[in-house]
């Protein structure tokens, strides 16, 4: 009887370490989040110039500084995004939340700044004629600079 239970508590030790915070087998292996990343580029280092115009299109009261600062690559991605309110609502709610387990998250700086945004875009972003918009206004602001207008998000969501 002894061994039997013994035999059970080293598979249920086992069984929790086998299943990550997402639900995925981990039997094979486990893996630092890290590991998992793809290779760094330009844009994870810097605001890209699509980016800086999104961010002029901001109010003041809503543009991220610290966050620019900090994380110019989801700021970028940010920038890719907005004017898809299906891929945008999910970022935020992906940005926010801990689906890996172990990440130490966002200081309150930067929080507060990701709140502010989120807050401006659902009460800016509500609807398709927003959406509409919005893409138009990037478009002048792409013109004005002299630039060509970018993919917009479910285009390149859909690459």
């Known amino acids: 009887m002894a061994a039997i239970v013994d035999g059970l508590r080293r598979f249920g030790r086992m069984l929790s370490g086998a299943v990550s915070a997402r639900g995925e087998s981990g039997l094979l292996e486990r893996r630092d989040p ?10 994870d280092r810097v605001l890209m110039p699509a980016t800086l ?7 003041e009261y809503a543009r991220p500084t610290v966050f620019c600062e900090r994380f110019p690559r989801i700021v970028n991605q940010f920038a890719t995004v907005w004017a898809d309110r299906k891929l945008c609502k999910l970022y935020f709610e992906t940005l926010m939340g801990d689906d890996r387990g172990g990440r130490a998250g966002f200081g309150p700086e930067v929080r507060k700044e990701i709140v502010r945004l989120r807050v401006y875009y659902e009460t800016s972003m509500g609807d398709a004629a927003a959406e509409q918009d919005f ?7 792409h013109a004005a ?5 970018t993919a917009s998000a479910s285009d390149s969501a859909a690459r």
């Open 34 to 43: 890290a590991s998992m990343r793809r290779p760094e580029v330009e844009s």
């Open 53 to 59: 115009l999104w961010l002029d299109l901001l109010p």
């Open 135 to 141: 893409r138009h206004r990037l478009a002048a602001a």
């Open 145 to 149: 600079k002299g630039g060509t207008v």
